[in-house]
């Protein structure tokens, strides 16, 4: 294929290397017919996938970071095994405004909490009246009572097999039974395990509704405010809006047959990556085709051109954020592997309605879609002569002292994270205090702050003595009790003076395996809520050392394909892993100054490193690829990258600020891991937007000059003239 770079009427070899049969190809979809027959099959295929689709498989929460390897996960599964494995504890906390609590109050809240919750008991078997010892209901359990008598507890056993919705239920029965007919001045919280599952559960309850319509509002304006046209707008909207809803459902069928989790994070992240690069990719699309209709009178051919040229690099985009998240597939973190499947095929359907159904659509309605803008044949493009002109001008006049500029400003936004700290406790995962969370306070003022989630210790019953005086020796260890086991194995409960999630908890965690590893024959596992925050801590540490290098190395051979240059893509990669590194302190200073949010969750900087390395290098991807293309027409280096900037800088500037905004929408989920990713990610894309790709890149092609395009410059690909 042939094109014609402005103002350079010689033919030229398509510089885009690997992907350039790409656009060929695709050019072949947007003909007179051709272009219906996308459009119908689009509507086909998408109709299926609504009727078809079905529901997601149930999920659940438990150990949802941790692979089976894990010794926490260990403990799980042995657990289940045991005849005390179906119990799962919810604790109310009674506590009075002032004095000690009422005694026969509680006692009373509790007979009606454990009454309320019968359907879901352990026992439910029996008659919903029966009584246990005293005549309380069946399942009570005698209150009790912290050393100022001014706290009490109690246990109210749930099954712990229940499916989200009824342990949801459950919970909501219990809350509502235990506060009826309190005195003034006592009040009841309810937390535990399933309380915070309770909890989650509500988080999300109408957030996929919440998330489609912040993010299609967000993208609609933006695209409004880009385009300035009545209905422009709204053909990327619905094409990217209808691929955002075929995903779900794709995901929705991925997770039934497979392991792939579709609870509410992953669908949530997954639709934004769909909006936020779907749309990118329209952008680019639509930019270069209203570019082209300015050369060419025909709107197919003119479609055919900007496939030609902006295809390559939609695809290198692309398929570098598809591999990067098909590398979470070698993660040991569960919740990191699902995200990585459905996020790539996210990305995979983004990418087929960008590329296949917008071309054909926007070529149904012609130029008058552009209307009161509309392109036309010898018009001049404004974007030669406008700002991102000026502005690759005045950065390539000055490029030492630009670059040295550029850089300092990244490392004082990098120093912020000098401090950065990695792990939430339970209580710290909401952005809005819920029930369980004030329960678990409570707790913890009264009573040793594990009580609520003591860990819990697996081993053969031959040694239940040994290893419960080993458990007993070490310091922190409260109380340690037989809570369950059969003749094979023994089941203990170890209470530990540390709060849940605590860098304190976890060094008592190791403590104390490593006391009743010690026992001889013992075979002994220790797991409970802070074992497994401990386990999935260290899954995460090892996901970050494995998986760093592959998305790197991923992004640099997806970069030697498209460019053929070793140089250009070992700059490239080191300027948007500054990009990280200058978000991530940035964003932690602001979290600790301004937001006053807890540490980073364990997943995080993995999942904030892959959208920002492998979504950040889409921007130098579509400024390069033309870079190349107007060095393929025989401009030298500085004129080929000042070009590029005034031809995309508008575009890129826009699709930079709409998936800033897209990834800020997850701020609508009161999670505060999924708030902290959409900071992060939503700073350092306009961070690489504004500064990286605008000023740092084309100051350091200007110092490079062609020895950026290295080994293979595009020039020596441009045929002889006739």
């Known amino acids: 294929m042939e094109m014609f770079q402005s103002g350079d009427k010689t033919p030229t070899r398509d510089p885009h290397g690997f992907f350039s049969p790409v656009g060929r190809v695709l050019g072949r979809l947007v003909g007179r017919r051709a272009k219906w027959v996308v459009v119908v099959l689009a509507v086909l295929v998408s109709a299926a996938a609504f009727a078809f689709a079905g529901e997601p498989k149930a999920v659940s929460t438990t150990a949802a970071s941790l692979p089976d390897s894990a010794e926490a996960a260990q403990v799980i599964a042995l657990r289940e095994q045991l005849p005390s494995s179906g119990v799962a504890p919810a604790i109310v906390v009674y506590k009075a405004a002032s004095g000690p609590v009422d005694v026969k109050a509680v006692e009373a809240s509790r007979d009606s909490g454990v009454a309320a919750v019968t359907q879901w008991a352990p026992d439910a078997g029996g008659a919903p009246g029966g009584t246990g010892a005293g005549g309380a209901p069946a399942g009570a359990i005698p209150p009790q009572l912290s050393d100022d008598k001014g706290t009490a507890i109690v246990i109210v056993p749930l099954k712990a097999d229940l499916p989200d919705g009824e342990n949801s239920d459950a919970v909501a029965a219990l809350r509502t039974a235990v506060r009826e007919g309190l005195p003034q001045g006592l009040t009841a919280t309810v937390t535990g395990g399933p309380a915070f599952g309770a909890d989650i559960g509500a988080v999300f309850e109408g957030a996929d509704i919440r998330l489609l319509g912040a993010t299609a509002a967000v993208v609609a304006v933006l695209l409004l405010i880009t385009y300035r046209s009545p209905w422009l707008w709204l053909v990327p909207l619905t094409v990217v809006g209808t691929g955002d809803q075929v995903a779900s459902k794709a995901l929705t069928?991925?997770?039934?047959?497979?392991?792939?989790?579709?609870?509410?994070?992953?669908?949530?992240?997954?639709?934004?990556?769909?909006?936020?690069?779907?749309?990118?990719?329209?952008?680019?699309?639509?930019?270069?085709?209203?570019?082209?209709?300015?050369?060419?009178?025909?709107?197919?051919?003119?479609?055919?051109?900007?496939?030609?040229s902006a295809a390559p690099a939609i695809l290198a985009s692309g398929g570098t954020v598809t591999l990067a998240l098909l590398s979470l597939g070698l993660a040991d973190d569960p919740f990191a592997q699902s995200l990585g499947y459905a996020g790539a095929l996210g990305i995979v359907v983004a990418l087929l309605y960008a590329l296949l159904v917008l071309p054909a659509a926007m070529v149904l309605f012609g130029r008058r879609l552009f209307w009161p803008f509309v392109p036309r044949v010898g018009t001049l493009d404004p974007s030669h002569a406008g700002v991102w002109r000026r502005l690759g001008d005045a950065v390539t006049r000055r490029p030492v002292v630009v670059a040295v500029s550029s850089v300092a400003v990244l490392v004082v936004l990098a120093l912020g994270g000098l401090t950065l700290s990695v792990g939430q406790s339970p209580n710290e995962q909401f952005l809005k205090k819920p029930e369980a969370v004030v329960g678990q306070e409570q707790l913890a003022a009264a009573f040793p702050a594990g009580t609520s989630e003591p860990a819990t210790i697996i081993a053969k019953a031959s040694a239940a003595a040994a290893v419960t005086d080993a458990a007993k020796g070490v310091e922190g260890v409260q109380d340690v009790r037989k809570a369950g086991g059969d003749d094979r194995l023994v089941e203990l409960s170890a209470v530990l003076d540390a709060s849940p999630g605590t860098t304190k908890a976890f060094d008592q965690v190791r403590a104390l395996r490593t006391a009743v590893h010690a026992?001889?024959?013992a075979d002994a596992l220790v797991g409970g809520s802070d074992a497994e925050a401990l386990d999935a801590k260290t899954t995460a540490d090892r996901d970050r050392v494995v998986l760093f290098p592959l998305i790197l190395g991923i992004v640099v051979v997806v970069l030697l394909l498209l460019l053929r240059s070793v140089v250009a893509a070992l700059v490239l990669v080191a300027t948007v892993v500054a990009t990280y590194v200058a978000s991530m302190g940035a964003s932690w200073f602001a979290f600790q100054h301004l937001?006053?949010?807890?540490?980073?969750?364990?997943?995080?900087?993995l999942l904030a490193f892959l959208f920002l390395v492998a979504l950040g290098v889409d921007y130098n991807?579509?400024?390069?690829?033309?870079?190349?293309?107007?060095?393929?027409?025989?401009?030298?280096?500085?004129?080929?990258?000042?070009?590029?900037?005034?031809?995309t800088g508008g575009v890129i500037t826009s699709a930079g600020i709409l998936l800033a905004a897209v990834f800020a929408v997850l701020g609508v989920l009161p999670l505060v891991q999924l708030a902290q990713i959409g900071v992060i990610v939503g700073f350092g894309?306009?961070?690489?937007?504004?500064?990286?790709?605008?000023?740092?890149?084309?100051?350091?092609?200007?110092?490079?000059?062609?020895?950026?395009?290295?080994?293979?410059?595009?020039?020596?690909?441009?045929?002889?003239?006739?």
């Open 595 to 605: 937001l006053d949010y807890p540490p980073l969750a364990v997943s995080t900087p």
């Open 621 to 647: 991807i579509f400024l390069t690829t033309r870079a190349r293309e107007e060095a393929a027409g025989g401009s030298h280096a500085r004129e080929s990258i000042v070009t590029a900037l005034a031809v």
């Open 685 to 722: 894309v306009l961070l690489d937007t504004l500064v990286v790709r605008s000023v740092l890149v084309p100051a350091l092609v200007s110092l490079l000059g062609e020895r950026f395009w290295w080994p293979s410059h595009p020039a020596e690909q441009r045929p002889a003239r006739a």
């Open 253 to 308: 069928i991925l997770s039934r047959i497979s392991d792939v989790r579709a609870d509410g994070a992953v669908t949530g992240i997954t639709s934004v990556l769909v909006f936020g690069a779907g749309t990118n990719y329209a952008l680019l699309l639509i930019a270069r085709y209203r570019e082209e209709l300015r050369r060419t009178e025909d709107r197919h051919d003119a479609m055919r051109a900007a496939l030609g």
């Open 519 to 521: 026992v001889p024959g």
